[in-house]
């Protein structure tokens, strides 16, 4: 039998994506034991006035 926890981390970063979910996975390591992947539900993006993505 399998027992699975799901959490919700919400992240973000400047950079990319990719360095959002290392952020958080990161962080959520601190405290929890035995993640073994994650799944990206949602993603958000941050723009300026401009347009551009800022986070």
């Given amino acids: ?5 799901v959490i919700e981390i919400i992240s973000e970063s400047p ?11 990161e962080k959520a390591a601190r405290t929890l034991d035995g993640i073994t992947g994650a799944w990206l539900s ?3 993006v941050v723009t300026g006035p401009d347009g551009r993505i800022t986070a």
């Avoid at 039998?1 to 926890?5: E, F, I, P, R």
């Avoid at 950079?15 to 996975?25: N, P, Q, Y």
């Fill in 1 to 5: 039998m399998s027992v699975v926890k």
């Fill in 15 to 25: 950079d990319s994506v990719e360095d959002a979910v290392r952020k958080g996975l």
């Fill in 42 to 44: 949602e993603t958000k």
